[in-house]
């Protein structure tokens, strides 16, 4: 046989060995149930993950969401300090806030960089498709005149926020999301204003850990003080299925990557430094548990403790970094001298290490959650994903063991597996009472593309019995 020949046929035979996999017909699944739309259909809030949602200054600047000229650049001093958050010496993160605001969820993917891989936006896409397959009528689409809905009303609801900011502030406003969801539901389906209502709650990556909080601490923020608030599981009143995908529940190691390299998008588009990104909360507050051994030191291979401030100093990350001095003096134009800078930067570092202890802390304390709700996961397990980070003497960090996920997010951080870092015992050990885990093929911003995520999603939402709505 001639050797061109002999090609065709053995491409012909690698074609059909790797064709694509077969996919659900979901219009002819789904159609029927899609289509009956009544009291036993929640209404359904999306929220995205970190870098998901819009920000915009009150001059109109893009602050993030546009690299289009006239948006937010953060080489320049002023840009930089419309993307940081403000630093202000003794004074809470709660306290300390800019002008800036979110409009809405961001509906460009301009990257595949890292932890921000995809900027989370790609999935959110793919879930308001799934959502768009069953009937779900989304009310930003139907508010701008994308699409029209005949008068019908809405069921399906983004939720933005700023992602900069401490996860439990955003979970506040969370709470007045549901709250127009169930208002529209009370409205189509003829009920009084006091009728109970329940949602539905699909959550994306870092948005999961905002939903987990809502549903133990409901509208309360995490105490100035350090304390942990009340755990009444007041989220929990208003939500039925919570649903996360991909969500970093025990943190991720590219989270510390960038808080100590910053992040460098493109060439073409800006630089994001370590000093930019160290004035944001949330950042921190999807780092590994130090428990976890995630990040250790090279020369004995113990933890290190990312929540001691003097640990960041000796290694010269972030805002400790000397080499941000010039960044840091551009963040803070009216102080005059390099000392008191770093002082504000350090106290900023500080409350923000702080803060993420807490928060873990909320989230990682055991308790079963009410009965009527129910938690599911979707995490993906085919993708070598970074796990731990070894620290050299002089601060450099590097991989040294990658585990089965997402390529952004470990299996096992997505379960919170509490085996993590420790000796091996069967089963899961987690505080999450998981009632369904389901996993997928494929990278962290592309678990929702899968077919089998979109069909399973679909089955949850309008057709898995819901016999856990009555209490035991």
Known sequence: ????????????????????????????????????????????????????????????????????????????????????????????????????????????????????????????????????????????????????????????????????????????????????????????????????????VVAHSMGGLLLRYYLRYGEQPLPDDGSLPELTWAGAEHVEQAILIGTPNAGAVLSLQQLVRGWNLHPLFPNYRSSVLGTMPAIYQIMPRTRHARVITQATGEPVDLYAPETWVRYGWGLADPDQEEKIAELLPDVDSDEARRGI???????????????????????APPAGLRLSLFTGDSEPTPTIFAVQDDGRIRVIESEPGDGTVTRRSALMDERTGHVFVPKLQSPIAWDRVQFLLGEHIGLTREGSFADNLLWLLLEEPRAWRESP
Not at 345 to 367: G, S, T, V
Request: proline share 5%; net charge negative; with cysteine.
């Open 345 to 367: 930067a350090l106290d900023h570092l500080a409350k923000c290490l702080a803060k993420a202890e807490q928060l873990h802390r909320a989230l990682d304390l055991p308790a």
């Open 1 to 200: 046989m001639k050797r061109w020949a002999l090609a065709a046929v053995m491409t012909a035979g690698l074609a059909g060995c790797i064709s694509s996999p077969p996919s659900a017909d979901l219009a002819a699944i789904y159609d029927t149930p899609a289509q009956a739309i009544g009291d036993a259909r929640n209404p359904v809030v999306v929220i995205p993950g970190i870098l998901g949602s819009k920000l915009e200054a009150p001059d109109g600047t893009k602050v993030w969401g546009s690299f289009t000229f006239g948006a937010a650049d953060a080489d320049t001093p002023e840009g930089a300090r419309l993307v940081a958050l403000p630093m202000q010496l003794g004074t809470p993160l709660s306290e300390l806030r800019d002008a800036n605001r979110e409009t809405g969820v961001l509906d460009v993917v301009v990257a595949d960089v890292g932890l921000f891989r995809g900027l989370e936006i790609g999935a959110y896409v793919d879930i308001l498709r799934t959502l768009a397959a069953g009937q779900y009528r989304d009310e930003d689409l139907g508010e701008v005149g994308v699409i029209d809905y005949g008068g019908l009303h809405f069921t399906c609801f983004q939720h933005g926020y700023d992602w900069r900011r401490d996860i439990s502030e955003s979970a506040m406003l969370l709470g007045a999301r549901i709250r127009d969801a169930q208002a529209a539901a009370r409205v189509g389906r003829g009920l009084p204003d006091d009728a109970p209502v329940k949602v539905d």
